[in-house]
């Protein structure tokens, strides 16, 4: 049998959605179902009085939830994260009131639950809930809520800060006074969302009669379902069972325990029958995670041959009015400590801060704080190159950390493995840097404004050592689980922790099984996405999914190979160490024709009719893979622009993407992710904006005004890739989800400032609109 | 009210409010959830399915509206259990990934196989523009298209 890693393998996921026979949530439907619509604040922050009795009055009603009514009643929803020596606040006053009661602090947050007998009928009465609104000053932003006399999010605390949290290693001090340049700048990156395609959506069925409690969701992760659940409803962990089925994407939006879910689950309990309830789009601009959102103002030390030896700065980002399941960590952890990114920097001091607003949730979009770090280091380093006078891919060049693996950084990390020579000798191969920025200073000539932005990445993901996440403050584990289960067939069914809702995880893990036990793939069945029928996992995100997940798999995988090989030696009347296994086949070293396939093995083991003394029957087994680092993918991306500037408009040239995610199972379904990552920087850096007015009123509640990219917006991406294995996983594989996304986000902010220069323009922070860039052209920011 | 529409071939009877829209017709009422809902602004096209033969995003017109038509879903384009050209095509070319936006790019992509003739890649795309994806990039459904084009 040839090799099946590596192959682009087509996927196993895709017939049943082609032929619109998937199951999303919002597809499923059960007897004496009712339906639950949100009444939810209009105004950012206000004491309420709410008056539900005409509601509960009307026919077709069957509740009308409001906060009084589940006061004390049920828990709040917390965060999961507690980040050390940070003064995080408490979770008595970070936790959302699952309802609002006597106050809201933020639009969109819900406020009552209407339950009735039709979708149609909710809505409908949702509109005859009576809200009155005593409104409270409010505050949006970073800059207003950092004040002094700035409005408090939350009355008991003395500022918004909800947590400050600083890294800092080495003489930063004498090394920024021995300098021979310091270069400082103020960057905002903008707020945005993930927005998957398929809004979020859920159905809890309680069943009274022996307290279970089901929950079909729109989730990433499944079993932080059910853990929350059990937490906040008081329900037994056991009795809780969480299905996430066909998810239509999730990008970090589907990774928060939301306070709808919950509701769902305490109204079937109290009215004991099945509760739906499916997102509105423009409700998922209000009740769906947030992302980026993020204030840094940096100071780089560096040497006038480029070299840079110091950072220092703040950061900051808007968290909303209350924590997310992990954003305390996207705002300190994920973003402070890649912020040194691929260089070699000698001292490092860098205080994050997380600050509350009168605004929606912020927590993990496509990178979760990585991004943002990866922006912020990039910025600089085009600052740098430009007032230096260096070409900023040289400049970089110059900084790099040596090839190799488990390579220290200043903020305590330990790369898995870092190879930039062969990530440049690609580039060099597939870009034609030095072409284009001949090209560009022809254009220039002419009067047309080129500008390149080549960047270099990194990435932490592969979630992730669990104790290291423990002494990070997340409140989780962050190994996977799988199970590998032969059928007395010959056929295989794997579970795995993960869920796939996308990445195709489904085709990559029958690959890697097929791989170890020389089985066809059509015999493997990859199933995910229940927690009474899956082990313990923690689910899919932070590009995890192959690296732990994968891991996972592969380790069980090999335990059921050497079971059987016990197996094998007793039926063949030999012993283990004598017996050699390949393609499906276990045979004697010294004489391979006595043989026998390992479908014949899993038969034998599954009857148990003649098996080895002390050998249990079955054959399948579990793993719990804890992987000893983070995986730490790298790359170069390149963003050619060319901006019009009567009009600010950006025309997208050329694309290219030099991506090391260590050893790739399936370059199709890789290369798609870089595709798709692309985009999502691009969306993020050009079209994307959620947008707040001072006082918390949001603008952009729909897709009319909230710009997803489109097909027409965007050249063709070109992805490469080097293969760097990760000495972190036994498959070498460090993950691929969110590079893309970290990437182009700047590499387009970049190449747009590069096109901007001679207009004098340094820096400008996005989107980056026609509107801003006409009049950054024009010298009237201010104005914008 | 009672309307009539002809979906797949197949005759319907369904008994909808004045206000339903077509897709949730669709959905709940003939119960062919393949045709999904992204938004509620006619921004994603994510429920878009042929009427009379043309790509229309079925949360666009109230069911009312569709009196008498004749409609095809994702649903109806396998023939006895075969794959269309369109179909087989996202599959080789990797055009989909969560599989949400997908019945509303395969429609849409029904409709532009049809009746377009410039099907070069900056045309293609234009014709999507319609359609929201964010999983793709959209790089492979245009490559989906382009293939299924060169099929028929």
């Known amino acids: 049998m040839t090799a099946v890693i590596g192959k682009p393998i087509k996927r196993f996921e895709d017939d049943k959605l082609i032929r619109g026979l998937g199951q999303y949530v919002e597809d499923l439907k059960l007897p004496k179902m009712v339906y639950a619509v949100f009444v939810r604040s209009q105004v950012a922050h206000a004491e309420i009085k709410v008056n539900a009795d005409q509601a509960r009055a009307e026919e077709g009603v069957v509740a009308v939830i409001t906060g009084e009514d589940i006061e004390g009643k049920v828990g709040k929803n917390f965060t999961a994260w507690i980040v050390p020596n940070s003064n995080q606040v408490g979770a008595e006053i970070s936790s959302r009131p699952l309802l609002a009661c006597r106050k809201v602090k933020y639009v969109g947050e819900p406020i009552a639950m209407v339950i009735a007998e039709s979708k149609e009928r909710a809505f409908d009465v949702a509109e005859l809930v009576e809200v009155e609104y005593k409104e409270l000053p409010a505050v949006a932003s970073i800059e207003n809520a950092i004040r002094e006399d700035a409005p408090l999010v939350h009355e008991q605390m003395q500022s918004n800060i909800a947590l400050k949290w600083q890294i800092k290693n080495g003489d930063v001090d004498r090394i920024f006074s021995e300098s021979d340049r310091v270069i400082r700048q103020k960057i905002y990156i903008n707020r945005a969302a993930p927005v998957p395609i398929e809004p979020r959506a859920c159905i809890a069925d309680y069943n009274f009669s022996n307290g279970k409690l089901t929950l079909w969701v729109t989730s990433q992760n499944p079993h932080i379902h059910r853990f929350y659940i059990a937490n906040v409803l008081g329900i037994p962990e056991q009795k809780v069972r969480v299905i996430a089925p066909d998810v239509g994407g999730g990008f970090g939006a589907k990774i928060d325990i939301y306070n709808e879910e919950l509701l769902a689950c305490y109204a079937s309990m109290i009215l004991k029958r099945p509760v739906k309830w499916v997102e509105t789009r423009s409700e998922h601009f209000v009740a769906s995670l947030h992302g980026r959102d993020f204030l840094v103002d940096v100071e780089f030390a560096v040497m006038s041959d480029g070299k840079v030896r110091a950072i220092r700065g703040n950061s900051y980002a808007n968290m909303g009015a209350y924590l997310g399941t992990v954003s305390p960590g996207v705002a300190s952890v994920l973003h402070g400590l890649i912020l040194p990114g691929p260089y070699a920097i000698e001292a490092f001091d860098y205080t994050t801060h997380a600050v509350f607003t009168n605004t929606m949730i912020l927590d993990a979009d496509r990178g979760a704080g990585r991004p943002e770090a990866i922006f912020v280091l990039e910025r600089m380093m085009d600052l740098i190159a430009d007032e230096l006078g260096i070409d900023p891919l040289e400049l970089r060049k110059r900084n790099y950390l040596p090839s190799g693996e488990n390579i220290q950084t200043v903020t305590g990390l330990s790369y898995d493995s870092l190879d930039f020579s062969k990530v440049l000798s690609k580039f060099g191969e597939v870009s034609d840097y030095e072409i284009l920025r001949e090209k560009q200073k022809k254009a220039r000539q002419e009067g047309r404004f080129l500008g390149i932005g080549v960047v270099s990445s990194i990435d932490i993901c592969g979630f992730a050592p669990s104790p290291v996440v423990g002494a990070v403050g997340l409140q989780a584990g962050q190994w996977e689980s799988a199970a590998v289960r032969f059928h007395p067939t010959g056929k295989i069914t794997v579970l795995t922790g993960t869920h796939s809702h996308g990445q195709g995880g489904d085709t990559t893990y029958a690959q890697i099984v097929s791989e170890i036990l020389g089985v066809p793939l059509d015999s493997i069945e990859v199933l995910h996405g229940d927690t009474d029928m899956i082990p313990m996992g923690w689910g899919t995100y932070g590009s995890r999914g192959t690296s732990t997940g994968g891991s996972a798999v592969y380790r069980a995988a090999e335990k059921v190979r050497e079971k059987g090989r016990i197996i094998a030696a007793h039926v063949l009347n030999s012993k283990p160490e004598e017996i050699e296994f390949e393609n499906g086949e276990y045979f004697l070293k010294s004489d391979p024709q006595k043989k026998i396939t390992i479908q014949e093995v899993a038969l034998h083991a599954n009857v148990g009719w003649n098996l080895p003394e002390g050998v249990e029957p079955g054959l399948e087994a579990q793993s719990f893979f804890d992987p000893p680092n983070f995986t730490y993918p790298f790359g170069i991306h390149l963003c050619v622009v060319e901006v019009k500037p009567d009009t600010g408009e950006v025309e997208i040239q050329k694309y290219v993407a030099v991506d090391d995610a260590g050893k790739i199972i399936n370059p199709m379904l890789a290369e798609a992710q870089i595709h798709g990552g692309v985009v999502h920087g691009i969306g993020h850096a050009m079209f994307e904006n959620i947008a707040y007015t001072d006082d918390g009123q949001i603008l952009t509640g729909s897709f009319n005004e909230y710009a997803l990219p489109k097909a027409h917006f965007i050249p063709r991406i070109e992805s490469y890739f080097t293969e760097t294995p990760s000495p972190a996983n036994p498959i070498g594989a460090k993950g691929i989800g969110e590079e893309g996304a970290i990437a182009a986000q700047i590499a387009v902010a970049n190449a747009i400032i590069d096109a901007l220069k001679p207009f004098g323009v340094k820096h400008l922070d996005g989107p980056y609109t026609p509107a801003r860039i006409w009049k950054a052209i024009r010298g009237n920011l201010a104005k914008v | ?152």
């Open chain 2, 1 to 152: 009210m009672r309307i009539n529409l002809k979906i797949n071939g197949e005759n319907y009877e369904l008994e909808v409010e004045p206000r339903t829209l077509l897709v949730y017709a669709i959905r709940e009422l003939a119960g062919l959830t393949g045709t999904h809902v992204g938004c509620d602004t006619s921004s994603c096209g994510a429920c878009t399915v042929l009427i009379d033969g043309k790509a229309i995003k079925s949360c666009t017109l109230f069911a009312v509206q569709a009196q008498g038509s004749d409609i095809t879903t994702v649903e109806g384009l396998a023939k006895d259990g075969e794959l269309h050209p369109i179909q087989r095509s996202f599959k080789e070319k990797h055009g989909l990934q969560c599989g949400f936006c997908t019945p509303g790019m395969i429609m849409l992509a029904c409709d532009i196989l049809e009746n377009e003739t410039d099907l070069k890649e900056d045309n293609l795309r234009r014709l999507l523009k319609g359609n929201l994806c964010r999983c793709t990039g959209y790089q492979n459904i245009v490559d989906a298209i382009s293939d299924a084009s060169m099929v028929k």
